[in-house]
């Protein structure tokens, strides 16, 4: 950061430099040394160092008191820009079309641009000690040139330091005040021009260096609002809404440590004030407001069709190739959109730099560099982790494992259905709001970005094993039974954010084992890999302060509740996990899962105020395309939920981690127990009827069991149903009197997780399942 901010108040606020470029180097350089700075540029580093040297907790009471500590940095008044930008709606560009491969290609290629091309700008090469990028970032700096053909080129005022973080889709930069407007067209003009339909959107602003650190001032800096006003002021709703509001009645028995007023209005005048200003205009401008001179987003890119004309298999736009048989495996129809959609999807897939027949073919002259995929990646995990990668590729040779080419073939390891997982971090935005520092700001971004990445390749390594293809057959595949898969597709991974797809009888255990690995990463409890290089270390502290009030792990967890760890880490994920056939629209899985994400997040908010911070999880097993018509939540409400004395809830999820855990735990023992499948739905259509009934029913069949009465009462009585009052339990069901939120309380209710294990039963996968599946259910018959 020093180096940035160096270098923008060195050049000044117009397009020429204000210091010969060799000077400038030669700072960049001495700084980078820890060598001695030209004395042209002195005095402006001297203020930056200044800057910097400001300790992290301390904020002036007054304005005065700023002035008379930080008179060099009050009279410095030189601006240095911002800019912030990135994709928008990238989910309506990922997934517009059905095929795995354009998905693969559309994600891969909005990766390239945040990755590769806009650090690119900067002169920064996202693998400085390979040449796999060299080519590309050349090509993408001599393109910034040619947009902005002004003197100096623009990529002579743009070096790496000034990039904060480029990830999870977007890009915080610092750069030359003159530059601002240029380089946010030029984030919006790339992708445009790569993707043709992807939205996208940036903008900036210019700031004193004092901003930097104590938020937005006032031109005339004395006239600036500061704590005394906001002493008087906190109580107002408008007030409140900038700063955040003050809840007095919290003591330091609480939960959560109580936030002062200097506090709260320290938080928000700091760096975090200022990003905060560009997050507004970002809206501003996505929701087409113009503003300055900026050419206008009011019209996204749109491609004419006619009735007339063949359309593309999206059947949004024209096509302009027709591709048959042999170059792919069906007749295939693309416009320009789609077809580089399936190329960089080819290429990904394939880890080959060749251009495949079709696409030379067609004659379209956009070209793409090969895009690491993240399989690539993830056998670039393994290799630093050679005990992992013994667990995954066991006896298999890995050069002879290929990457899924359909969710056809993920589906084959689990009897043709699959699961989507996506995930999202927990209180991101509440950590933000605590951070004054850009470096903060930085630090934060690679933590999140590395445990996300590296928390999915552990799940995955430890859950999975390359699956041999067996009784498949697709003619649109080139893979044959015994062929070798890698039995998963990563669809992105971005910042917080994750999408898998996974076989269904693995997806439980790989969502839990992702949200307890993020959060060991980030306490430093689980290193990335085996022998990690500086850059591999987690830098940030993310331990949460306990405070002196007691937290009952009984309003929190419904499985074993004194069993279950205290949570530890302030950041988590929450899960949607949807468990579907292959051939489900992956438009209409992707809408479900996006539904179970925002559900197991809503739990996460109602556990927060309990005192957990771990993560949730939602679970749906969808085994027909028409099983529900309407959203999640309201087929759960209509269906699901019967307004009786007492209330029943006829399902549990969404459910912590300990608690998914657990029922994974229950499931395996109705298994070991082996109970009658015919029972078990038989159970669960008698929950209906009635909380008496249900009981009568589970004890008349449980008594019936020859083997296994043990585990089912450890796993599942015990440990689920205890009742509140004795120590008996209530089994299939438990009782929640709803003050989870004390402000909002429920109409207290008996829920259940036996529906969630019938409907799961098939997707949990034990050793003994060829076994179980072969030997027939044995009871006692009684006369």
């Known amino acids: 950061m020093t180096i940035a901010l160096s270098w923008c108040l060195a050049w000044g606020e117009q397009r020429q430099p204000q210091f010969e470029l060799a000077v400038l180097q030669q700072m960049r350089d001495a700084l980078h040394n820890d060598a001695q700075v030209p004395e042209n540029v002195k005095a402006i580093v001297e203020q930056v160092r200044q800057l910097q040297a400001i300790p992290k907790d301390y904020f002036p009471k007054t304005l005065t008191e700023l002035k008379d500590k930080y008179q060099n940095l009050w009279q410095q008044t030189t601006r240095i ?10 989910k309506q560009y990922v997934f517009e079309s059905a095929k795995i491969q354009d998905v693969r290609g559309a994600s891969a290629l909005l990766d390239r641009i945040n990755l590769i091309d806009l650090p690119a700008f ?99 800096i004395e006239e600036t609002l500061w704590l005394d006003w906001y002493r008087q002021n906190y109580q107002k709703p408008l007030v409140q809404a900038y700063f955040g509001n003050i809840d007095n009645s919290k003591t330091e028995k609480d939960s959560e440590s109580p936030v002062s007023v200097e506090e709260a209005f320290a938080d928000r005048k700091s760096f975090n004030e200022i990003a905060t200003k560009l997050a507004v205009l970002f809206n501003q401008r996505r929701s087409g407001n113009n503003r300055n001179n900026r050419p206008s987003r009011r019209y996204p890119p749109m491609f004419e069709t006619h009735p007339y004309l063949m359309r593309d298999g999206s059947d949004r736009r024209s096509a302009v190739r027709l591709v048959q048989p042999p170059e792919l495996p069906r007749e295939t129809h693309f416009s ?46 393994l290799q630093k982790n050679p005990t992992l990668q013994q667990k995954y590729y066991q006896s298999f040779n890995p050069n002879k494992v290929e990457i899924a080419e359909t969710l056809s073939h993920i589906a084959n390891a689990s009897k043709g259905f699959i699961a989507y997982i996506y995930a999202d971090g927990n209180n991101m935005g509440g950590y933000i709001q605590k951070i004054r520092t850009p470096q903060e700001y930085q630090q934060f971004s690679r933590d999140v970005e590395l445990a996300t990445e590296y928390a999915v390749y552990q799940a995955l390594a430890e859950s999975l094993h390359p699956h041999k293809l067996q ?51 980030l306490l430093k409890q689980q290193p990335l890999v085996e022998n990690p290089t500086p850059a591999e270390q987690i830098k940030g502290n993310y331990q949460i302060k306990r405070s002196n009030k007691p937290i ?33 629209p992956i438009y209409y899985a992707k809408d479900f899962v996006d539904q179970l994400l925002k559900s197991a997040k809503e739990r996460a908010k109602k556990l927060k105020k309990a005192g957990y911070c771990g993560g949730t999880v939602d679970v749906m097993a969808l085994k027909s395309v028409t099983m529900i018509s309407s959203d999640v939540k309201a087929f759960r409400q209509e269906a699901l939920f019967k307004k009786i004395k007492p209330n029943l809830k006829l399902y549990a999820t969404p459910y912590t981690l300990h608690e998914l855990g657990g029922l994974i735990a229950s499931i395996e023992a109705l298994k070991t127990a082996k109970f009658p499948k015919s029972q078990l739905y038989q159970i669960r259509s008698l929950l209906e ?44 069901w438990m009782y929640d009197d709803g003050k989870l939120d004390p402000k909002n309380p429920e109409d207290p209710f008996y829920e259940t997780i036996w529906r ?20 027939p259910a044995k009871m006692e018959v009684k006369s």
């Open 336 to 381: 320009e959109t789609s077809a580089r959609k399936h190329l960089v999807g080819y290429r990904a897939k394939k880890g080959s730099p060749q251009v495949p027949n079709w696409y030379e073919n067609a004659q379209l002259e956009w070209q793409s560099i090969r895009v690491e995929g993240w399989v690539d990646r993830f056998d670039r995990f």
């Open 471 to 521: 009784n498949f057959n697709d003619e649109d595949s080139t893979l044959d039974n015994g062929d070798l898969v890698h039995p998963f597709e990563i669809i992105t991974i971005g910042g917080d954010d994750i999408f898998l797809i996974v076989p269904a009888d693995k997806a439980l255990a790989i969502a839990q084992l992702i949200g307890e690995r993020f959060e060991q990463i």
């Open 122 to 220: 900067f002169n920064k090469n996202p693998q400085p000690n390979s040449n796999t990028y060299n080519a590309q970032c050349i090509d993408v700096k001599n393109w910034l040139n040619n947009t902005i053909p002004n003197q100096p080129q623009i990529s002579e005022a743009l070096i790496p330091e000034l990039v904060i973080y480029s990830t999870g889709g977007n890009i915080l930069a610092f750069c030359p005040a003159a530059f601002v407007d240029d380089l946010a067209n030029a984030i919006e003009k790339r992708y445009t021009e790569e993707t043709l339909t992807a939205n996208s959107c940036a903008v900036g602003d210019t700031f004193r260096l004092l901003e930097i650190r104590f938020g937005l001032l006032k031109e005339s």
């Open 81 to 90: 820009g911002l800019v912030y930008g990135g994709a928008t709606k990238i």
């Open 552 to 584: 009952d792990p009984k309003k929190i967890h419904r499985y074993k509740p004194t069993d279950a760890p205290p949570s530890k880490c302030q950041l988590s994920t929450s899960s949607g996990v949807l468990i579907a056939a292959s051939n489900t």
């Open 756 to 775: 969630d294990m019938v409907d799961l039963y098939e997707f949990v996968a034990t050793e003994d399942d060829n076994i179980l599946e072969s030997e």
């Open 689 to 732: 009827r009635g909380k008496h009934t249900a009981i009568l029913n589970y004890r008349y069949f449980r008594t019936r069991l020859k083997q296994g009465k043990q585990e089912l009462q450890t796993q599942f009585e015990e440990a689920w149903c205890q009742a509140k009052s004795n120590e008996g339990n209530l089994a299939p």
